[in-house]
């Protein structure tokens, strides 16, 4: 399982080695954010101030407990 965080003092994304070589194996640009935060962080603090993720309300297509209505116009 892998974990992701936060580091206030350096305004960077932490996790294990793990999440980090798969995410980047995906998507080079999410090296960056490793190494530094995004430039654009102080507009994201505005925008999710007093925001919080508890896991209760996320959903994610494709991870199931969906429920699927087709329609048939004919």
């Known amino acids: 399982m ?3 965080g936060w580091d206030q003092a350096t305004r960077t994304v932490t996790a294990d080695e793990d999440w ?3 995410t980047i194996k995906g998507n080079k640009l999410a090296e960056g ?3 530094g935060p995004p430039g654009f962080i102080d507009e994201l603090e505005i925008m999710f101030a007093g925001a919080h993720v508890d896991g209760k309300s996320s ?3 494709g991870a199931g407990n969906e429920q699927v209505i ?3 116009d004919n």
């Open 59 to 61: 959903y994610m297509p």
């Open 2 to 4: 892998h974990w992701l």
């Open 33 to 35: 954010f490793r190494k």
């Open 70 to 72: 087709i329609e048939d």
């Open 20 to 22: 980090w070589q798969e």
